[in-house]
């Protein structure tokens, strides 16, 4: 009973600390609300550079470092046709 007892005494803890920090960070100081038109200005302000593509990532980045196997339709072996006489 006691553990149950410092479980939730704990958790009402925590559920405090959360509603303190939220309470403290709620309203940024000194700063204006961002609008559309505020935006929209500071996005004509700034030269936009986008960014270079990524590479694609691979598909089994696993079985390309050789720590796991491959695709298992990879895995099955191919029949061999038998030699033409």
Not at 23 to 49: K, M, S, W, Y
Not at 61 to 80: I, K, Q, R, Y
């Amino acid at each position: 009973m006691q553990r149950v007892r410092i479980g939730l005494t704990g958790l009402a803890f925590v559920f405090l600390a959360v509603l303190l920090a939220a309470i403290f960070t709620r309203d940024p100081a000194g700063e204006a609300p961002i609008t559309p038109n505020l935006i929209e200005h500071q996005g004509a302000d700034q030269n936009i550079v986008v960014p270079a593509p990524q590479p694609a990532k691979p598909a089994e980045p696993l079985a390309e470092l050789g720590v796991a196997p491959g695709n298992a339709d990879s895995n099955t072996v191919v029949p061999v046709a038998p030699p033409a006489q």
